[in-house]
């Protein structure tokens, strides 16, 4: 297992020597001591990167998507080994890691890999005697800053389309999870990838991910994690007033109308919540009810969320894992606390899994799910768990002045069988994604990011290259002797 900090290609302690010991969530016992990444850590990465950062930018695009195609490969033939460290790591369950995390991670670098040579220029008509055109330029050094919930999938999301437009990255992975990015650091380094374009610096976010985001040498910071921190960033990030890219904390509403198929209605509100155990920034977790149908879908949900196999992480038949950590856990339980006191009725969970012994020492919560008033604490601050809201409406504007009530942005959904309603409403939901009939869906080739408290920018997609290189405008004096 790599433990060490990823600067200039080579895997190096701290250069203060701290290091910080990484907990299994299923049973809090140590996975490793990691380097501890401190300010004169990530300087050493930012001069890593600043003399990568011309040879990256000059190498042919071609050739640095060749790079990003044997990357996926490599992460493709290390897929068992990077899913059970992903699932150890986090609490994922395996059957996650192995179907979704770690094929969506390579699935990204391929995607951005045949990106590389397509992202082109235009030729813009100007007055007679000058030609204009314009390029995509690659800004230099960018910073990446990754939360704890998908650790591995992100640095997909962040370092594919960054190296594919030619800039070399130092990038913090949270505290908290940060052995699958030091797995994929070793396969940077295995295919080649020249020293000093990847640097990869775990460290605490008050020290490490502050000086990223303060750091005069870095051009951009790309930045997924809590609304809280992304303010403290964007204050940061102003003395060489850097370009952000900003993927913040969600609130998703998920409205089931009274003519849809309630059967796939369950289910994939079900997963809209409780994949991940909730830790998603685009979970599904409020749901708002028609009147009509909202008796039986609660009694169906309900008994789905009763029957999902809570456990080992490592266990192949395990639906749900524990939480991250136990702060968090504890965090989200506070959360029922805050319900109960709002005069919520908690119809099941609310609490560790019951009569499992097995599980008291890891930091795992019960699917909860709550019925609660669309205006309360729990229907309006993220609670980033296996926690969701139940509420009621009778008429399309009122959802749709529920599901916009909140100050964030970033996913949401809707069931029906009525064509014009979908389309209606996806227009009037203020949200960066929405899914009709289905939920949570995100793919390498489609924009994601949010509006709002959830941020600004977008990941993936040919839009993401936008976010990575900077438009120049170049005029050449064609009648010039
Ligand atoms: P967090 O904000 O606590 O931490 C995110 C990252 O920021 C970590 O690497 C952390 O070390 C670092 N950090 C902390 N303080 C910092 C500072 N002062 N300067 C710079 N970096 C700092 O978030 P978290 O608890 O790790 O993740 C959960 C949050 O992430 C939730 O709010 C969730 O919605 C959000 N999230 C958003 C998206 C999205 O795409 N919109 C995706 C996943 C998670």
């Not at 374009?197 to 008050?206: A, H, R």
Request: net charge negative.
């Amino acid at each position: 297992m790599q433990t060490k900090l990823f600067i200039g290609g080579e895997f190096v302690d701290a250069v203060g020597g701290e290091t910080l010991p990484i907990l299994n969530p299923h049973d809090g016992s140590e996975l490793a001591q990691i380097a501890l990444a401190g300010r004169a850590d990530v300087e050493s990465a930012v001069g890593a990167a600043t003399a990568a950062s011309e040879g990256w930018a000059t190498t042919s695009a071609a050739e640095r998507g060749r790079y990003l195609g044997k990357l996926a490969d490599a992460i493709e033939a290390a897929a068992d080994e990077l899913a059970r460290l992903e699932s150890t790591d986090t609490g994922h369950p395996l059957r996650d890691s192995d179907t979704l995390d770690v094929p969506r991670t390579a699935a990204t670098f391929r995607y951005f890999a045949g990106m590389a040579d397509k992202v082109e220029g235009s030729v813009i008509p100007v007055e007679p005697g000058f030609l204009n055109y314009l390029m995509r330029a690659p800004l230099g050094v960018v910073g990446q800053i990754v939360p704890w919930n998908f650790p591995l999938m992100f640095c997909g999301w962040k370092l594919g389309p960054a190296l594919a437009a030619g800039n070399t990255v130092v990038m913090k992975p949270s505290e908290l999870t940060p052995l699958s990015s030091l797995r994929l650091a070793e396969l940077v380094r295995d295919v080649g990838i020249p020293s000093g374009v990847v640097n990869i610096v775990p460290g605490l976010g008050e020290t490490a991910g502050a000086a990223i985001a303060e750091h005069p040498g870095i051009a951009k910071v790309s930045f997924t994690g809590s609304t809280a921190t992304g303010r403290k960033v964007v204050e940061a990030s102003a003395g060489n007033l850097k370009r952000l890219q900003l993927e913040l904390g969600g609130k998703g509403a998920n409205i089931v109308f009274d003519d849809a198929d309630l059967t796939a209605a369950v289910n994939g509100s079900a997963f809209a919540i409780f994949h991940n155990q909730g830790q998603a920034c685009i979970a599904g977790s409020r749901l708002f009810l028609h009147e009509q149908i909202a008796a039986e879908f609660t009694q169906r949900f309900v008994a789905l969320a009763e029957s999902i196999r809570v456990g080992n992480p490592l266990d192949p038949d395990t639906e749900m894992g524990p939480l991250t950590s136990a702060l968090h856990r504890d965090r989200v339980l506070a959360y029922v606390k805050v319900a109960l006191d709002d005069g919520a009725e908690i119809l099941t969970g609310g609490g560790p899994p019951q009569g499992r012994p097995d599980l008291e020492l890891g930091y795992y919560v019960a699917p909860t799910v709550v019925l609660a008033d669309p205006a309360s604490r729990v229907c309006q601050e993220e609670v980033f768990g296996p926690f969701v809201t139940i509420s009621t409406f009778r008429e399309e504007d009122e959802v749709v002045a529920m599901a916009n009530g909140t100050d964030y942005g970033l996913g949401g959904g809707l069931w029906t069988r009525d064509l014009s309603r979908a389309h209606r409403m996806a227009r009037r939901i203020r949200t960066g994604m929405v899914w009709i009939n289905s939920y949570k869906r995100v793919s390498p080739a489609s924009p994601f990011g949010g509006v709002g408290r959830s941020g600004y920018g977008r990941e993936m997609g040919f839009e993401v290259m936008h976010e990575y290189t900077e438009a120049k405008s170049v005029w050449v004096n064609v009648e010039a002797d």
